[in-house]
């Protein structure tokens, strides 16, 4: 995946890959504290991030939705969009797909904690 997909000037990519793996919770949550309501953020990573999923929700609820642009073994794009007025977080789809986050194996190293 060379190039990210973007989609209009409200999105803005994030690419994972390039992020030191000490670094890249942190690094996510700074990126998403930063989007304005209605903004999104085009997350690209090399691997299913399903620990990261989960803080993301129990850390922002519904202000962050979570929604899958692409899942593949090795090509993983997620959109992050900010709704501050959101009550209700919607359900993601969290079984375990090849290469998924959890340290060792090219992971990003999390524990999930």
Same mark, same amino acid.
């Given at each position: 995946m060379n190039e990210l997909p973007i989609i209009d000037q409200t999105t803005f990519p994030f690419d994972a890959r390039g992020v030191a793996k000490r670094f890249r919770?942190?690094?996510i949550f700074g990126a998403l504290e930063s989007l304005e309501?209605?903004?999104t953020m085009r997350f690209v990573?090399?691997?299913d991030p399903l620990p990261l999923l989960g803080?993301?929700?129990? !850390?922002? *609820?519904?202000?962050?939705q979570?929604?899958?642009?692409?899942?593949?073994p090795g090509?993983?794009?997620?959109?992050?969009?900010i709704a501050l007025n959101a009550t209700e977080v919607s359900p993601i789809d969290?079984?375990? !797909?090849? *290469?998924g986050c959890g340290g060792g194996g090219g992971g990003c190293g999390c524990?999930?904690?």
């Amino acid at each position: 995946m060379n190039e990210l997909p973007i989609i209009d000037q409200t999105t803005f990519p994030f690419d994972a890959r390039g992020v030191a793996k000490r670094f890249r919770h942190a690094a996510i949550f700074g990126a998403l504290e930063s989007l304005e309501d209605g903004e999104t953020m085009r997350f690209v990573n090399d691997h299913d991030p399903l620990p990261l999923l989960g803080q993301i929700q129990q !850390r922002y *609820g519904a202000q962050v939705q979570i929604e899958y642009v692409l899942r593949e073994p090795g090509k993983i794009v997620i959109d992050f969009k900010i709704a501050l007025n959101a009550t209700e977080v919607s359900p993601i789809d969290t079984s375990p !797909r090849a *290469g998924g986050c959890g340290g060792g194996g090219g992971g990003c190293g999390c524990s999930g904690h």
